[in-house]
C-alpha cells in the first residue's frame, strides 16, 4: 500500500491571488453576473460548484498519484473519494427510491477506498462511474422541484436531500485539498 511520505514543495498556478487554486479567469467555477435566483437554483449551483472542485483537486494527477493513501490507518484517497461519491450518489437515490435498493457499486462497506489502485482502468472507470450515478440522481430529483416535498419509505425532503449532498461534497473536497498538497504540493481553494 502506498502512501504520502515526503514534503513536496507548496505551489499554485494562481497568479492574481496566491491562496486560489487558479486564476479567476481560469476558473471553472466562476461564472459572469449575478448568482442564481431562488432557493433550488441556489443550491444546485453550489453543488455543482464542489462536485468542478473535487475534478480539479484531482486534475493532473496520474493514477498511482491519485490511488496515494493518506496516513495510516486511513485507507483515504483522492481515487477513493471519487469512488465513494460515486456510491454515495447512487445510494442517495435509494433514498428516495421505493423498492429494492440499488446494489453498491464497489461491494460492502469501504470497499469503495480498499479497492482504489493506482491503475488507469480504475481511474477511468471511477470518473465513469461518478459521471453516470450523479446524472441519475440529478434526473431522479428534476422530478421533484418542490423542495419540500417528501420522497421515499423515510419521507426525506427534497431540501434536505440538496443541504445533505453539499454537505458531503464539501466535506470530502475539504479532504480533497490535505490529499492533494500532500501528494505535489498544489495548494488553493
Excluded at 486511513?74 to 465513494?84: A, D
Aim: glycine share 8%.
Amino acid at each position: 500500500m502506498a502512501r504520502m511520505s515526503d514534503q513536496p514543495e507548496r505551489w499554485t498556478k494562481a497568479t492574481t491571488y496566491p491562496d486560489m487554486w487558479a486564476d479567476p479567469d481560469d476558473d471553472p467555477r466562476n461564472s459572469d453576473g449575478v448568482s442564481p435566483d431562488g432557493e433550488l437554483a441556489t443550491l444546485q449551483d453550489f453543488l455543482s460548484s464542489y462536485r468542478i472542485t473535487l475534478r480539479m483537486k484531482c486534475d493532473g494527477l496520474d493514477a498511482e498519484q491519485l490511488a496515494l493513501r493518506s496516513v495510516p490507518p486511513s485507507t483515504m484517497s483522492l481515487l477513493g473519494l471519487l469512488r465513494h461519491l460515486a456510491e454515495v450518489e447512487r445510494d442517495w437515490r435509494n433514498w428516495i427510491r421505493e423498492g429494492d435498493p440499488l446494489p453498491k457499486l464497489y461491494g460492502e462497506r469501504d470497499a469503495d477506498f480498499h479497492g482504489a489502485v493506482g491503475e488507469q482502468s480504475q481511474v477511468d472507470a471511477a470518473y465513469a462511474d461518478l459521471a453516470r450515478e450523479q446524472a441519475a440522481m440529478d434526473a431522479e430529483l428534476a422530478e421533484h422541484p418542490d423542495l419540500g416535498e417528501r420522497l421515499g419509505k423515510d419521507g426525506f425532503a427534497v431540501r434536505e436531500l440538496m443541504v445533505h449532498r453539499i454537505e458531503e461534497y464539501a466535506r470530502h473536497c475539504g479532504q480533497a485539498d490535505l490529499l492533494r498538497e500532500c501528494i505535489d504540493g498544489r495548494v488553493g481553494q
